[in-house]
Each structure stands twice: as structure tokens, then as C-alpha cells.
């Protein structure tokens, strides 16, 4: 136990707070009643002992540091008296990791912290309880494993632990700090906040907190009893949409891709794939999920010509990365689904091609017309409607023989099969 009253703190730090170059030795504090620039003195170096019984810098109430950065932070111990919130700007004196606090309760309650750099289960956390290793191995769910980046030291002051009188267990405060690239560790959702109980890390954030997982992202959790160190943890990536099921089935001439799901997370969406020969799959709708967290089921009607087509969801989470559904077909066998009629033909040079469509497909389509050895002599864009739709493509400049009409998507997938013509 520190004899510290904190009614005498100042006259302790008077006779008994020795420094050298902003170091404080063990058992010794710096005490700070107003606001301090990190910054002002470039080069100064600010650190303190790491003991058992560390040195600390010492902020009583309102005090507070400012100008804090890479270059300026405190490599060792920071203390903070009363009930304010605070950010501590601790660091390896290259490298700031700060770790904030809201306001606590009681004007005698202390925290102290300081930013241990390395795997905790090789570098020791000095101070009690707990002292020792940490072993990144021991984790209790949904927690699957811990970062060996560095560890905060957290002390507390219930019972007199960081002086005379002072009190607080850091129960309820949020706890925010600033992480280390943490991009090959975790994704941004998967990150959390844990805390060392004396013989596990444990979630103290709950849920997904994370601003980011790059470099001075900000990482939140609430603290509850008995943690003597904080640390960066994740739990078991989970995808953003749990797919159940995927069907194709058929309504009168319609398509229709049936899909259901057991979970949805917010951001996520998809992308429905078509193809004709089961390989080459391109994109023919995408819709946003419902985000429910206990599914939904999802109906949606497809264009598909005469014959079989293959299917697939491509499955977009939140955080741009995607998976695919199996695959599976359906042989459409609905003359009427999309059909095309000319007339007259033949076509002579004084009369009007009329091309008659019946699709499901509504949008801009692309006709083409090929000539007999596969040569785009007319291309042309129309809007068509769900239903019978009238074409009449400008044909006055072909010279006579054989041709074969071809509608497409603009994602070049064919609405009707190839029809031939001839011109007189």
C-alpha cells in the first residue's frame, strides 16, 4: 500500500518526487494541478519506472496533457485523481497508445495505467495484483484470441492500492484506446476490448466497437471488476448473412430465385449471377439485405430464356469482402417467356421490318443484326417493358441475303434466342 494522503499529495511530491530528465523512480510521483504540453520541449523524454511499485505522473482533478503524439507520449506510468474524464497519453515514448476513461464517480477515485509494448505472455505487467505473465493462450468465449502487439497495465484505488483514501474499482467506465495496425490480425467487427481477470482474458466490449482496425483506430469497452490489464482481442469471424437455402422454381412462364436466410448484419447485400453453360456467370440483379437478425426469405423473379440456366448469390458483407452460394439451375421450358416474331419475312427493300417481343425483361436492351458470317452490321439500344414490345430497327441499308437477330441485356446476356431474316 502507497502512503499517500492525497490532502498532503503536493508536499510528498515536494520532498519526495526525484527526477531526472522527466523520470521518475520508483515509489516516487510528478504531480500536475494544471495543463501540460507534451510538446514544447522537443527531445524531452517523459518515462518512469516500471516496478512493483512504478514512478507515476500524477494529475490531481482538472489537470490534464495536450500536445501529445508519437514523438511526445509517457513511456512508464500515468496516475489520475478525481472525477473527471481523462485521456492518458501513454506510449514506448516512440509509439502513443493512449487509453481514455469517462468520468468517474467519486472525487477520491484514482486509476493509473501504462502502455506495456510486446506479447503479455513473455512481457511481465509489474504490478499487483496479478503481477506476471499473461498468457494470450487463456481466453474464455466468445474471445479466440488475443494480440501480442502490448497490454495497458490498469490499477485501480479501491482500498487505498494507489494511496491513502482513494477509492474507485472502475466498474461501468468506458474504456476507449487507441490500437496499433491491427489489419492481419482481425477485421474492423471482430475486434474487442478484453481484460486480464488473473487467469483469463475476458470480453469487455460486447459487441463490435471498433472504429477500424488500422492504425489509431479507436477500440471501446466497459470495465468491471477484478482487471488488472487491458489488451486487444476477437472473437470467431461471423459472416454477415447466414444463407440457409437457394431454390429455383417457376410461376406460370415466370423465374423465379427463392433463397432464405438464418442471419442478416447491417451493409450486407447481393448479387444475383446468372449463366448459360454453368461456368461463366455475370450479373443480372442486386438487392440489399433486410439486415434481420433471425433472416428473411427473398423472392425474386429472373429473366431466363428457353432452355437450362445456372445460378448463384454473390454475397457482399459490410465490410467489402464476399462469398458465393452453391449453385443451382432450372430448365425453363416456356415458349412464351421470351419469344420473338418477325415480319414480313422475307423483308424487301420498301417495307418495314417488324420485330414482335414478348420478355419478362424490363430495361435498355441492345438488337443486333449479324450478317452470315457473324459481321454487326446494325446496333441498336430500345427500352422495353415487361410483356409485348413492337421493334422496328432501320434495315434500308443492307444489301440483300441472309441475317440473324440478337437482343441482349446491357450485362450481355441474350433475352431471346438468335431468329433469322431474310432481305429481298
Request: glycine share 8%; proline share 3%.
Amino acid at each position: 500500500m502507497k502512503q499517500i494522503v492525497l490532502a498532503s499529495i503536493y508536499i510528498h511530491f515536494i520532498f519526495n518526487g526525484y527526477t531526472q530528465n522527466n523520470y521518475v523512480f520508483s515509489g516516487n510521483e510528478m504531480l500536475n494541478f494544471d495543463i501540460l504540453d507534451l510538446s514544447i520541449k522537443r527531445g524531452t523524454s517523459w518515462s518512469s519506472e516500471r516496478t512493483a511499485n512504478p514512478g507515476y505522473f500524477s494529475l490531481i482533478e482538472q489537470a490534464k496533457y495536450i500536445g501529445y503524439s508519437d514523438r511526445a507520449n509517457i513511456d512508464g506510468y500515468i496516475k489520475k485523481y478525481g472525477n473527471t474524464a481523462f485521456v492518458f497519453p501513454v506510449g514506448s515514448g516512440k509509439d502513443l497508445r493512449t487509453l481514455e476513461i469517462s468520468k468517474p464517480t467519486t472525487v477520491t477515485d484514482a486509476y493509473a495505467t501504462s502502455w506495456i509494448e510486446g506479447d503479455p505472455s513473455k512481457n511481465i505487467d509489474p504490478t499487483a495484483p496479478n503481477a506476471g505473465k499473461h498468457s494470450i493462450e487463456s481466453v474464455t468465449g466468445p474471445i479466440v484470441s488475443v494480440s501480442k502487439v502490448g497490454q495497458w497495465d490498469w490499477q485501480v484505488g479501491e482500498n487505498d492500492n494507489l494511496g491513502e483514501g482513494t477509492t474507485g474499482n472502475g466498474v461501468g467506465l468506458t474504456i476507449t484506446v487507441s490500437i496499433p495496425d491491427m489489419s492481419r490480425f482481425a477485421n474492423t467487427s471482430e475486434l474487442r476490448l478484453v481484460g486480464w481477470n488473473g487467469t483469463a482474458w475476458i470480453d469487455l466490449s460486447g459487441k463490435a466497437t471498433a472504429t477500424g482496425n488500422i492504425e489509431n483506430s479507436e477500440l471501446s469497452g466497459t470495465m468491471i471488476s477484478g482487471i488488472t490489464a487491458i489488451a486487444i482481442g476477437k472473437i470467431e469471424s461471423i459472416p454477415d448473412i447466414k444463407l440457409k437455402t437457394i431454390y429455383v422454381t417457376s410461376s406460370g412462364c415466370n423465374t423465379i430465385l427463392k433463397w432464405e436466410t438464418s442471419f442478416e448484419n447491417i451493409g450486407s447485400s447481393f448479387i444475383i449471377e446468372q449463366s448459360l453453360d454453368g461456368f461463366n456467370f455475370y450479373p443480372i440483379a442486386s438487392l440489399p439485405s433486410t439486415a434481420s437478425t433471425t433472416g428473411n426469405t427473398y423472392n425474386k423473379m429472373v429473366v431466363q430464356q428457353f432452355g437450362i440456366a445456372y445460378y448463384r448469390l454473390k454475397i457482399i458483407n459490410s465490410n467489402g469482402t464476399y462469398s458465393y452460394s452453391n449453385v443451382v439451375s432450372f430448365d425453363n421450358k416456356c415458349n412464351e417467356l421470351n419469344s420473338i416474331q418477325i415480319f414480313p419475312n422475307p423483308v424487301a427493300d420498301n417495307e418495314i421490318l417488324n420485330i414482335r417481343l414478348t420478355t419478362l425483361y424490363e430495361g435498355t436492351c441492345n438488337l443486333m443484326i449479324q450478317n452470315s458470317i457473324g459481321q454487326i452490321v446494325y446496333k441498336k439500344s430500345f427500352e422495353i417493358k415487361q410483356g409485348i414490345n413492337y421493334l422496328t430497327p432501320d434495315i434500308k441499308n443492307l444489301s440483300h441475303g441472309s441475317y440473324s437477330i440478337k437482343i441482349i441485356d446491357l450485362g450481355g446476356a441474350q433475352i431471346i434466342t438468335s431468329k433469322m431474316f431474310i432481305k429481298l
